[in-house]
């Protein structure tokens, strides 16, 4: 009986025997990265392997697996992790309509973001916000403004925010062709986009054709350009709670899509299936489910406290916590956690690639092509410099820390609009500043009498980070996060309108917000309007080289500014009929798109622009673009297309877009391209995209409602 335990005991051991004497595959850099995944996974025990699940992922020392924290943030610049370069927010920087300018931001991002994770790590910290794995971009659709965290995105049209997530994600992951510089992560998949109160529990009913073109059409993109993560969200779609989804994760992300990458949670989202959407009785069956579905890793704590339970159960087995696993370690494999250092190109980045004088310029020249503006009467804007010698600056957020650096921020120096406006103008010239009002009181304000004695007042308004944004962090905003109407705060009106009645001069109004509001409540009592968003840590400086003509503004609106919000559907209801420009057109303040400048530009088409088109073909139209004022400037030529008479058709939709600087009286050549395949919409009938024959036009403008250049064309099945 000894003799037969001894050899069993002996068969149960032989194989790890043998792996742990043949060589490590998994630390062998020369090895393909599946047989190493493979190698480690073998390596690893199931109770090992189960408290890798999570995002805070426990060391396995005799491996030489670090604990590592998978939540790291970086929207707008490295996040909740110190000194980082700030950029403007999200929105801000779709404002930008800059493609190439985003891309540079995110590798900027990625190189601080490598600093910090070296840094941190030779000192043997393993910390939270300070790893290289992103859950970053947001590429939700802002499609109604109430919705808080709208600021996050890069607003309402999917074919621009395709192609700026797409970019950032570029940025971010960077080019070598061993190593990823951080992972990024597409969120949140999907049909996510408020309210935020009920955020845990809802259940967004859409049918195909608008799942298909508008709130999935982001996350495909970004599928197929490689981002590395997808974040599934904490609703439910059509009853689907999206973490343990198999339309959404199995059938289109895995199946249909081929997505190599890692599927992470938001955090919480697999507690809010059995304990608000109620559709699974307790979490073991979560765990088994959101496994079986295609979820990799857990923002909580639930997959490292059940799946084990999964298992014995016989919900789970160990081949679907191996799937799950491999998925996560192709990811650090590809980001170099188990290479010699030597090997990593971003190794040697240190505290001087860190919110540097090179990295502060980009946030300013962002800053810069951000800002929109709104009004300019009697072409108050530029200022004179030599013409006005003193200013006086007002407002709740002329010197607001928050107004400047939005959600999910980093920390460290910033220029508030104060101390941009007052380095602009130099030490010759006077300088005054008050507070001027509070977010609350209509009848008690301050700075009247002494703006009435300067040349021009600049008065900075609006809303700030705590206002709007994210369930729990924006404190004060009245929907649980959300706005509940387009207002700005009644007391920054009454001041303004104080101001107007006393002050006989210049009032140049500054409105930070992060969304849609009401500008015609205040645009009357202002001589010149600018939108800054959340500009970040040079925003300051870039309203003052924009007041002062250093640079002409050449931002556009991300998102319709809509007069009333009872000219849209419900809040809850997820169609898009009425919403945004593509299928609303009732009045706006401002329409999608919307941008003044400085000088003013002519469009010539050339006129080799074909007229018919196959499926397999890419219109291609190249316009002049001359510069006919008085200023330098950049223009966003932005190409709309319209649809034959078909019913849901948009009433147009975006499918390019150009920027391009011209000298004064110069002129410069914008070339569209646009694959005929873009033009495909979702057929119920068939389930299946199709290519609609008849006619269509190409039109070129300067935003949704311009019409600067129109050029009909026919496609041909």
């Known amino acids: 009986m000894k003799t037969r335990f ?56 005799r491996l030489g697996i670090p604990a590592y924290n998978w939540w790291n943030e970086a929207l707008h610049g490295v996040a909740r992790a110190g000194e980082a370069t700030i950029f403007p927010q999200a929105i801000g920087m779709a404002a930008t309509f800059n493609d190439d300018l985003l891309r540079q931001v995110s590798t900027v991002i990625s190189t601080e973001a490598r600093a910090k994770y070296n840094l941190s790590t030779n000192m043997g910290r393993r910390l939270q916000y300070m790893g290289l794995t992103f859950w970053t971009p947001n590429i939700n659709i802002f499609r109604d403004p109430r919705w808080g965290r709208g600021q996050e995105t890069y607003g309402e049209d999917p074919f621009l925010t395709s192609r700026m997530g797409g970019a950032f994600v570029k940025g971010l992951q960077g080019d070598d062709p061993h190593y990823l510089k951080a992972s990024a992560t597409a969120k949140h998949y999907a049909v996510h986009s408020g309210p935020e109160a009920g955020r845990h529990e809802f259940d967004a009913i859409i049918d195909e054709k608008d799942l298909r073109e508008t709130y999935l059409y982001s996350f495909k ?63 073991v069956i979560v765990a088994a489910e959101a496994i079986k579905a295609g979820v990799d890793l857990d923002c909580s704590t639930l997959l490292q406290n059940d799946v084990m339970q999964a ?44 919110h540097n004088t090179r990295h502060v310029a980009l946030a300013r020249k962002v800053a810069q ?86 040349d021009v007042t600049i008065a900075v308004l609006g809303l700030s980070p705590v206002n709007e944004g994210e369930e729990g962090d924006a404190f004060l905003a009245p929907g649980g996060g959300d706005k509940l109407d387009i207002s700005l705060p009644a007391s920054h009106i009454a001041y303004l309108k104080r101001l107007r009645r006393d002050v006989k001069k210049p009032i140049i109004a500054v409105i930070t917000a992060g969304s849609d509001v009401d500008i015609e409540a205040i645009a009357p009592y202002a001589d010149a309007v600018i939108l800054a968003w959340y500009p970040g840590e040079q925003g300051g400086n870039a309203l003052a080289d924009i007041l002062f003509g250093d640079v002409s503004p050449s931002g556009h609106l991300p998102v319709t500014f809509y007069k009333s919000l009872s000219n849209l559907p419900d809040y809850k209801d997820y169609n898009m009929k009425g919403r945004t420009y593509r299928y609303y057109d009732g009045p706006v303040q401002y329409p999608f798109g919307f941008g003044m400048s400085y000088t003013t530009f002519a469009y010539t088409a050339d006129g080799n622009f074909k007229t018919k088109y196959k499926p397999t073909d890419t219109i291609s139209v190249s316009v002049n673009i001359k510069n006919t004022g008085e200023f330098k400037g950049d223009e966003v030529v932005q190409a709309y297309i319209q649809y034959p008479n078909v019913d849901r058709m948009p009433l147009k939709e975006l499918k390019g877009f150009k920027r391009v600087g011209v000298s004064k009286g110069g002129q410069q050549t914008a070339n569209i391209r646009i694959p005929v395949r873009e033009l495909q919409k979702w057929d119920l009938s068939t389930n299946k995209w199709k290519l609609y024959p008849g006619e269509y036009k190409l039109v070129l403008g300067s935003n949704s409602m311009d019409e600067k250049v129109s050029l009909k064309f026919d496609i041909n099945n």
């Open 221 to 283: 993109y970004l599928v197929d350009g490689g981002v590395e993560s997808i974040m599934c969200a904490y609703n439910r779609v059509n009853n689907e709670p999206c973490c343990t989804s198999n339309t959404l994760l199995k059938d289109i992300l895995m199946n249909e899509w081929k997505f190599k990458g890692h599927v992470v949670t938001d955090c919480g989202a697999l507690d809010d299936i059995y304990l608000r959407h109620k559709t699974q009785p307790d979490q």
């Open 311 to 354: 298992v014995k159960r016989g919900l789970l087995k160990a081949s679907d916590v191996n799937k799950a696993l491999s998925a996560t370690l192709r990811t650090q494999f590809k980001l170099g956690f188990y290479d010699d250092a030597s090997l990593n190109p971003y190794h040697g980045y240190g505290a001087d690639s860190v």
């Open 369 to 454: 092509q951000s800002m929109v503006l709104l009004k300019n009467d009697n072409q108050i804007l530029p200022l004179s410099r030599s013409k006005y010698s003193s200013y006086m600056v007002v407002g709740p957020n002329a010197t607001s820390y928050d107004a400047l650096i939005g959600n999910y921020h980093g920390t460290g120096k910033v220029i508030n609009f104060v101390e941009g406006i007052t380095a602009a103008v130099g030490p010759a010239a006077r300088v005054e500043y008050d507070l001027g009002a509070d977010n609350r009181d209509t009848t008690h304000f301050g700075g009247v009498w002494a703006a009435g004695n300067a």
């Open 6 to 61: 001894c050899y069993l005991l002996l068969s149960f051991l032989m194989p790890i025997t043998v792996i742990a004497q043949q060589k490590m595959i998994y630390k062998d850099s020369k090895k393909p990265l599946d047989a190493r995944v493979k190698d480690l996974v073998l390596r690893l025990t199931l109770d090992e392997k189960i408290a890798l699940l999570g995002y805070q992922s426990k060391a396995v020392p």
